[in-house]
């Protein structure tokens, strides 16, 4: 599903990541861990695609990332959900809006498309806040809301960056329940944390990186 | 779908403006300013060319009569007109009808020319000469050989003013097009700047909509209809307000002395459609400069 050869990425004279080699299979749940400054963050936007890394080959279910054209490179990022730890929400749109944005982009009929954001609000608990406006909810909340526009065309990869670095145990706890139905529903799902609790006792691959390089795999028994 | 999406664009530039709408507001009326501008421009160049025409189609001559003619000489020069060739006496005015005229044009400032002790202006004929190739008429040869008649003070033609009037028309219609010229670029710089800065108020909202593969068309094209938006609507009220100018002025037509009555027609069709359809260019340019620096390829 995802393979990185030989992958390098370096701002100037900083090397954010150096000579990655990867494979991620389809359906896999994947913690990428590190302490600040290790690479998650620059590592999964290099699969976004939102970077191109400085040597190296991205490929996504074999396509080359460095070899498509940017228009193809836009289609592809609607197969692609992305989650960030301070949720990226409009707060000028309401929570039905902010998640039927990704959804108009694929110029889809305004009947779809409220029928499917309705079916996604319910999925993750926010049926009665549709109306509402993102800094009105909770911090738990809105990340249900940024989960949901992530995954609303049924993506085959979901990328997420600490996306519970905010948020309190108790909350953090329905956000992991979420990730994992929606890896169960066969999503590849890379999840990018420092955190040891979200870790400890865990049964999914582990990456661990470290000022760049990977130091450490642990596959699941 | 095309329509589908052209429709969403559509309603997401008029809801852009819509939540801009003071800055909207500004940059749609310096384009009015501007285009308002440049249609009186045209407007009063219309106008000239139609009057010119008018008058270049017959040539008019005023024959003046010495003060102490006599009933015996007017009646001379009277029977030396009618052997001109295609010439149409139009009629007499006598120094009193002169005066009267006079009076008349200048309304109420008329008590200035209670101050003349006497008439000081002269009796004459007004001639035309009708269907006929005013360049081959040779009035310069006319006008000497009625002047040398007894009792003709002095003849003058309407060629001798158009003539003049022609050249000053061509230096106003180079001035006032380096003018407009120069208003097309400040039209052009507002809306560049005003879409500049809805850009940047929304670029949040464009990071989100490239986030969930939006290609780059999808996020442009209601920047570009914005200011397509703008130079649309400062065009039609700009076009709205020279119309309304232009009822009020052509209430009354307009005299001249001598002249024939001078009619005030509006631009036409071929000329305010131009203007919208430049107001809506300049605004889709505006929009394609902003755009292009905000958009650098590979961001």
């Known amino acids: 599903m995802i ?177 994992r139905t929606i890896n169960l529903r066969g999503t590849t799902l890379l999840f990018a944390t420092h955190s040891r609790e979200l870790l400890r006792d865990t049964d999914q691959r582990t990456i661990h990186l470290r000022k760049g390089q990977v130091v450490q795999e642990v596959e699941p028994e | 779908m095309a329509l589908r999406l052209w429709t969403y664009f559509f309603k997401r530039a008029v809801s852009n403006i819509l939540e801009q709408r003071l800055i909207h507001l500004i940059s749609m009326g310096t384009i009015t300013i501007s285009v308002l501008l440049f249609g009186a421009f045209l407007l009063f160049i219309v106008n000239l060319n139609a009057w010119l025409l008018e008058w270049g189609q017959s040539l008019s001559m005023s024959v003046y009569l010495e003060d102490d003619i006599g009933e015996k000489g007017r009646l001379q020069v ?6 001109l060739p295609n010439a149409e006496i139009r009629g007499y005015i006598s120094k009193e009808e002169a005066m009267e005229n006079l009076r008349e044009a200048f309304g109420a400032q008329a008590v200035l020319l209670d101050g003349f002790e006497r008439n000081p202006l002269p009796a004459s004929f007004e001639l035309v000469f009708k269907d006929t190739d005013v360049k081959s008429l040779r009035a310069e040869r006319i006008k000497e050989d009625l002047e040398s008649i007894t009792g003709v003070e002095e003849v003058q033609y309407s060629e001798q003013w158009i003539d003049r009037f022609e050249g000053i028309l061509s230096l106003i219609k180079a001035g006032g097009f380096i003018v407009g010229g120069l208003l097309c670029l400040a039209v052009l710089f507002i809306t560049t700047n005003t879409i500049k800065l809805t850009i940047y108020a929304r670029r949040d909202e464009i990071e989100i909509y490239k986030l969930v593969g939006a290609t780059d068309g999808f996020v442009k094209v209601p920047f570009l209809l914005e200011g397509s938006f703008q130079g649309l ?22 005299y001249a002395s001598a002249f024939p009555v001078l009619h005030v027609i509006f631009l036409p069709v071929w000329a305010w459609l131009g203007l919208a359809g430049l107001s809506v260019l300049l605004g889709l340019a505006g929009g394609l400069v902003a755009i292009g620096r905000f958009f650098q390829p590979g961001a």
């Open chain 2, 78 to 83: 009277l029977e030396a007109l009618k052997g």
């Open chain 2, 233 to 254: 609507i400062g065009g039609l009220i700009a076009l709205g307000v020279l119309y309304l100018v232009y009822s009020l002025i052509s209430l009354e037509p307009l």
């Open chain 1, 3 to 179: 393979k990185l050869f030989n992958v390098s990425k370096r701002y100037g004279q900083n090397v954010a990541l150096a000579d990655i080699n990867l494979r991620i299979r389809q359906g896999e749940f994947v913690f990428i861990t590190g302490p600040s400054g290790a690479g998650k963050t620059t590592l999964l936007r290099l699969i976004f695609g939102a970077q191109r890394p400085s040597d190296g080959q991205i490929l996504i279910s074999n396509i080359n990332l460095g070899r498509i054209r940017r228009a193809k490179l836009d289609l592809m990022r609607r197969r692609i959900g992305f989650v960030f730890q301070d949720f990226k929400l409009l707060s000028g749109k309401t929570v039905f809006q902010n998640v039927a944005i990704a959804l108009e982009v694929t110029g889809e009929r305004q009947a779809v498309i409220r029928k499917k954001t309705h079916q996604m609000l319910r999925a993750v608990g926010l049926s009665r806040k549709e109306t509402l406006y993102p800094p009105e909810l909770s911090g738990g909340e809105q990340q249900r809301i940024a989960i949901a526009r992530a995954i609303i065309n049924d993506p085959i990869i979901l990328l997420a960056d600490e996306p519970t670095g905010s948020l309190d145990p108790d909350i953090t706890k329905e956000i992991m329940l979420l990730f």
